[in-house]
């Protein structure tokens, strides 16, 4: 599948952006049926042998919708791969995304030519997580069809890079497909990512607060009741830094304000100790989380971005500001 392939079949230019633990079979159908690029990292099927029975439910599903609806076929959907050296079940993961010729693959934490390459083998086009030049331009030398930018303010691992700057560094040299991250949350951000040069925004944190979301209720209060100054920019957890809710932070009996650096050799992608573990019990967020005003169906967030995004478009139009 092409990228102009994958916008035709979208409502709005966005991606779902994969969720760790959060992110699971139901969010991402919802998320594909919806109109948007759904996506779930291989390692939240667990054990190792679950992830063939998703793929094949996702497939499945997809295609019965698709099927039901011929005018209005889902979007298509992604995987994230991990391809850190720590994640033992890398290439086995990535055999059975070739099996099911998987659309779109999400890279992370590392740059494998050979992870590209059995992607590329049935048309599968991959995209990688960068936080700044030098990260973005060894994954295009490697294979990457497409970069995925982790600006400032988002959820997870994330940059300190603004992205302005990071989107105009990258226009520079690189005319291939971008999804911007980074505090997006609201439709007008959408189109705002696009306004600076990408081609899809990379959303998160919205769809934590949906009723498909595999987190718990009091996360996603947490982002229904969040703010900006709620996020938590830190290593203390994986050795990476990240953004995550300062409630859960506290919650886990560790002060916010005077956390530890870590070591960034020591990285681990789950991180914390016995009692309190990144994810599972500190929740990572961005920082876009005050556009979210209730916990609603996926689909309904989605609804909820593209009338946002109609509506900013229109005022643009009509009152001409930005121009």
């Keep these: 599948m092409t990228i102009d392939e994958i916008k035709k079949r979208l409502k709005i230019p966005v991606i779902g952006s994969p969720l ?41 599903e997809l295609a019965e919708h698709d099927r039901l609806h011929p005018t209005q076929l889902s979007a298509p959907f992604a995987v994230n ?40 083998s049935y048309g599968g086009l991959v995209f990688h997580d960068v936080i700044d030049q030098t990260f973005a331009r060894k994954a295009i030398e490697r ?9 400032s303010g988002a959820g997870g691992h994330a940059g300190r890079q603004s992205p302005f700057a990071l989107m105009q560094e990258t226009r520079e040299w690189f005319d ?24 899809f925004a990379y959303i998160g944190s919205a769809f934590i607060a949906t009723h498909e979301a595999n987190a718990s209720e009091a996360y996603k209060q947490g982002i229904v009741s969040g703010q900006a100054q709620d996020i938590v920019y830190t290593n ?10 300062r409630p ?14 870590n070591d960034p050799s020591s990285m681990r992608f789950e991180g914390g100790g016995a009692k309190a573990k990144a994810w599972r019990d500190i929740w990572g967020c961005g920082q876009g989380i005050g556009a979210v005003h209730d916990i609603a169906s996926a689909a309904q967030v989605v609804e909820r971005l593209h009338q946002e995004y109609r509506s900013a478009r229109d ?7 930005g121009y």
Aim: glycine content about 10%.
């Design 248 to 261: 859960s932070i506290i919650a886990a009996g560790l002060d916010p304000d005077n956390l530890p650096l």
């Design 176 to 199: 291939g497909p971008i999804a911007l991250s980074g505090s997006i949350g609201c439709g007008a951000s959408v189109l705002a990512a696009q306004a600076l040069g990408a081609d």
């Design 81 to 120: 791969q991990i391809v850190h050296k720590t994640n033992d079940r890398l290439m086995r993961d990535v055999e059975l995304c070739v099996k099911y010729k998987v659309p779109l693959i999400i890279t992370s934490l590392g740059a494998r030519p050979e992870v590209n390459d059995a992607i590329h």
């Design 20 to 60: 760790f633990i959060v992110s699971n079979p139901d969010l991402v159908i919802a998320q594909c049926k919806a109109g948007i690029v759904g996506s779930f990292p291989a390692l939240n099927a667990r054990p190792a042998e679950l992830l063939e029975q998703w793929l094949v439910r996702i497939r499945d």
């Design 143 to 151: 294979g990457a069809d497409g970069l995925i930018l982790v600006a």
């Design 236 to 245: 203390a957890f994986t050795g990476v830094h990240g953004n995550y809710l």
């Design 315 to 321: 005022k643009l139009d009509s009152n001409g500001r």
